[in-house]
């Protein structure tokens, strides 16, 4: 089995945001997280996807989006503009770091992060090779928003979280990017059934290496 450092602790500044940074040898891209409601840089869920991505040879940056005394306030968590904002201040950040700032850029947003993501990809630079949505909220971004996302855009959903499925649907057809959406057999919301979160895995990590390593891509579709 490869071994990987783990990640170190880092702040993002101005906001001071707290962060744990992982770069395994010879990374291919960076990959930062913009994680749901109630949730954080400590998420079982996501730590152990980005572990994963780690082994694939893919840096990750899993971040809280909101300072401890924000998050006292229920709006902020909610607040998806705010959100992306700090998700483009990660990147940003990131540009400032040797050991990330020649790696070509993805963003992984679950649940309400979801629309973070793509609401900061809407503004985001070429850096920005891909995006991946895991149970999201891709629609709170908003449609003009979603229409200007240029970043190749995968959105992985439960078979059995029925709302979101339809949710998702709907943004994809504000969409103009590349992009897919995956709809995962028996899963729920959280992909807490056996293997689920790992077939998220097998399919973040292929989208992420297939484009970071090629800037060109040619439009998806929904993938049944």
Do not use: K, Q
Not at 60 to 84: G, H, K, Q, W, Y
Not at 136 to 150: E, M, Q, S, T
Not at 167 to 183: D, F, K, S, T
């Amino acid at each position: 089995m490869t071994t990987i450092d783990p990640p170190a602790d880092i702040v993002v500044e101005p906001e001071g945001l707290a962060g744990s940074l992982g770069v395994p040898a010879d990374a291919r891209g960076l990959v930062i997280f913009a994680h749901g409601s109630g949730s954080g840089r400590f998420s079982p869920r996501n730590m152990y996807v980005a572990e994963r991505l780690r082994r694939a040879g893919l840096a990750t940056l899993l971040l809280d989006l909101l300072t401890p005394e924000e998050e006292t306030d229920r709006r902020n968590v909610f607040d998806i503009p705010l959100l992306a904002s700090r998700l483009s201040a990660a990147a940003t950040w990131a540009e400032s770091i040797r050991t990330t700032r020649d790696l070509p850029l993805g963003f992984f947003g679950a649940s309400t992060g979801a629309g973070a993501a793509l609401l900061a990809a809407s503004t985001a630079g070429p850096r920005l090779r891909a995006v991946v949505s895991r149970g999201g909220r891709p629609d709170l971004a908003g449609a003009p928003a979603l229409a200007r996302v240029r970043a190749p855009t995968l959105l992985v959903v439960g078979g059995r979280d029925v709302p979101v499925i339809e949710l998702n649907e709907a943004a994809m057809r504000h969409l103009h990017c590349p992009r897919e959406l995956v709809i995962v057999p028996g899963a729920h919301h959280l992909f807490e059934e056996p293997g689920a979160l790992d077939v998220v895995v097998g399919y973040a990590t292929r989208w992420f290496l297939r484009h970071f390593d090629n800037e060109d891509a040619s439009h998806g579709s929904r993938i049944p």
